[in-house]
Structure formats: structure tokens, C-alpha cells
């Protein structure tokens, strides 16, 4: 079986520089929000592009709230997001008191920009854009918009980092940026991990106040704050792999490029880049007329494959209760969830697996 992924690969790549890294780290005696996670944040802040500055936390969803509420959101305030986003990010939306507001998304399933005007009410205070699947989101119309009508622009970085529009770097577009460094991310560690990224160095003051129970210095605590800390050993798991994106990247490009080149299939229709963006390839997604009859054709063959997802964020249960959304709300991201499947992707692949992955891909033929 091919999996769709596999994280030990990864592990295995830089298998001694990890395990040195980790024996460092439980030798030193620090073990949460210490020098590891000092050079994590300065070293992926410099990766970013520089001219921003980093503070770590401890997951993805937590990296939006805190981040969030760091910007200034507050409850009651509207934030526009693509219907086809992740449950994590209206989560981290919602969990400030602020109201997820949802536009369709473009044919590269990120937000179409073309909507977003007829969403503003005069609550909206920020668009939310999540680049989706590891591919920047087309950012000129978008900047021209939040600038014009005055509102505060956030990414969801969680799957794109290092996916460049038009040469910088998704994360420095907005007021602040959201990473994960969950385990299957592009740049992930080996349990949870999460960062908020900005050019604003207050918001990030801010961040590392609420993630340390609001504390500004030892013992003495100026708001109501979390505990969001990342701790010593992912930020140090994370400066290894740090170093290596580059790398990792490339080997990801190499079987997306194989796939665009050598998948020929009328029933299969492949991801496109539009011109400005370098595709990171968190997920290989196509689309395909029976999701499911597909999926089973290649799980009987020994391919895996995944659908990232079947339900789109406001029809889970935990949103339709508060705000009474239902199924033909938002045609074109019920199109996509209907449709897409992902391809095995991650961070190495033999070319034997991708060739049959490949050739099974071709070899589906419908009912
Ligand atoms: C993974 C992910 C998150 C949440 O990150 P966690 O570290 O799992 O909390 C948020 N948004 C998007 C788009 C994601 O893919």
C-alpha cells in the first residue's frame, strides 16, 4: 500500500541530526519557552523574508486565537473567510467572540476576492485568507480591498509555508500570520506546535504576553492570557527540519511535477498554479466526478487517499446549531468538497511509488 503519507519518512531523512537535536534538549534542563524557542523564532522569522518577527505557541488553533485577540478582534466583529476554509480557523475565529462570515472561493480554492466586497457589513473588521493546500492566494485584489474599505488583513499560513506570491513569502501580507507546525504540515515537528508571524513587532509583544498567562514579566500578569507556550523540544526538532525546507520542498516538487507531467486522465482533473505563486504541495488535490468510486478504485489497487474534507466548515454541527447554515449555501465549495481527492504526498517518495500511483491514476476509468 502507498500510503498517502507517511511521517516516519521525514523522520528518517535527518533521523541523526533529530535524535542529537532531542538528546540536547533533555539534557540541557529547560524545557519550555527557552533558548530553543528564542533561535525557532528568529531563524523562521529570517527564513520568512525577514522584516518580521516570530512568537511561538503551541498549536495551530491556538496561534489563530491568540493572534487574533493580539490584533486587536474583539467580540461581535465580523471576519470574512473562504466557506471552503478549515475547521480550525473558525474555531479560532469564534473562540474570540468574532463571527466567521464566508465567501466562495476562486478555481485555485482560494478566496475569490471577486466576493468579498458584497460580504462587508459595518461590522467587518479583517479578511481571513487561508492558502489552501500549500498555494498562495492571489493577494493584489485582496490588499486593494482591506486597504480601501479599511480593514485588517490575517493569513492562515497553516499549509502554505514558504508559498511565495509574486516573490514574498505568504505571512507578511497582512497585520499578522498564523502557522502550524503540526506533524503533517510542510514544516512540521513531532507533536503540536504553532506560531503567529508579523511585521508588527507590538502584536507579537502582545502574543507572548496572553501565551504565557498574560504575563509581561515573572509573576506579574496584565490580562487574561492562556497557556499557549511552545515547548523546548519541538522548537528544537523544528530548527533541524528548519534547516532542510529547502530540501524537503524540492522533493516535493519533484512528484508533483511528475504527477502534472505523466497523469493523463480525462476523468482526472489536476491542480493549476496561477502566474505569481510557487506551489508548496501540502496536498496534491484533483478533482474527480465520483469521489468516492475513485478512492475505491485505487484503495483496491494499494494507493491511499484522502479528501481534505468532505464537509465544509459551516455545515459541521458545531456551526449550523449557532448560525443555521444548510447544505446549498455555497454551491462552489460544495462543488469541491463533492469532487476533490488527494494524491499520496509527502516528504519522499520512491519512483517506483510514484510511477504507480501514476499509472493506477491512468488507469481509472470510471463506471
Ligand atoms: C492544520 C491547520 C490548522 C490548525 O493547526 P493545528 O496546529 O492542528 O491546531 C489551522 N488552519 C489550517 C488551514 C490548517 O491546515
Redesign the pocket.
Same mark, same amino acid.
Given at each position: 500500500m502507498i500510503p498517502i503519507n507517511d511521517l516516519s519518512r521525514g523522520f528518517r531523512l535527518y533521523q541523526k541530526e533529530y535524535e542529537d537535536k532531542a538528546v540536547e534538549v533533555l539534557r540541557s534542563g529547560w524545557y519550555v519557552l527557552g533558548n530553543e524557542v528564542k533561535g525557532f523564532e528568529a531563524e523562521f522569522a529570517a527564513a520568512l523574508g525577514g522584516d518580521c518577527f516570530c512568537a511561538g505557541v503551541d498549536?495551530? @488553533?491556538?496561534a489563530?486565537l491568540v493572534g487574533l485577540m493580539a490584533a486587536g478582534i474583539q467580540p461581535g466583529d465580523e471576519i470574512i473567510v473562504q466557506a471552503n476554509?478549515?475547521i480550525?480557523?473558525m474555531l479560532g475565529i469564534m473562540q474570540c467572540g468574532a463571527v466567521p462570515v464566508f465567501v466562495e472561493p476562486d478555481e485555485y480554492y482560494q478566496l475569490d476576492a471577486d466576493r468579498i466586497e458584497a460580504a462587508v457589513t459595518e461590522r467587518t473588521r479583517a479578511v481571513l485568507v487561508?492558502h @489552501?493546500y500549500g498555494l498562495a492566494t492571489r493577494m493584489d485584489p485582496i490588499l486593494e480591498i482591506c486597504r480601501k474599505r479599511g480593514l485588517m488583513l490575517f493569513e492562515?499560513c497553516?499549509?502554505s509555508h514558504f508559498a511565495p506570491w509574486n516573490g514574498l513569502n505568504t505571512g507578511l501580507f497582512g497585520d499578522a500570520a498564523?502557522f502550524?507546525?503540526?506533524p503533517t504540515?510542510n514544516l512540521g515537528g513531532f507533536g503540536?506546535?504553532?506560531g503567529v508571524i508579523s511585521r508588527n513587532p507590538e502584536i507579537i509583544e502582545r502574543v507572548k504576553v496572553i501565551r504565557n498567562y498574560g504575563s509581561d514579566y515573572r509573576y506579574h500578569n496584565i490580562v487574561i492570557g492562556y497557556n499557549d507556550r511552545l515547548d523546548e523540544l519541538q522548537a528544537g526538532l523544528l530548527r533541524v527540519k528548519l534547516r532542510h525546507m529547502p530540501e524537503l520542498l524540492r522533493n516535493r516538487d519533484h512528484i508533483a511535477q511528475r504527477y502534472l507531467a505523466e497523469i493523463r486522465n480525462p476523468l482526472v482533473e489536476l491542480p493549476r498554479v496561477p502566474e505569481g505563486c510557487v506551489h508548496t504541495w501540502y496536498q496534491f488535490v484533483v478533482r474527480v466526478g465520483d469521489q468516492a468510486g475513485f478512492r475505491e478504485f485505487l484503495k483496491e489497487r494499494g494507493v491511499g487517499t484522502d479528501i481534505a474534507w468532505k464537509t465544509p466548515p459551516y455545515l459541521q454541527p458545531c456551526m449550523t446549531e449557532k448560525f443555521g447554515y444548510r447544505r446549498g449555501d455555497f454551491p462552489v465549495t460544495e462543488g469541491i468538497c463533492d469532487t476533490v481527492v488527494s494524491l499520496p504526498m509527502m516528504d519522499w517518495m520512491s519512483e517506483e511509488e510514484i510511477t504507480k500511483v501514476i499509472q493506477e491514476v491512468n488507469s481509472y476509468a470510471g463506471v
Open positions: 498549536n495551530g @488553533l491556538d489563530i476554509g478549515y480550525a480557523t487561508t @489552501l492562515d497553516a499549509q498564523f502550524s507546525f503540526y504540515k503540536d506546535g504553532g
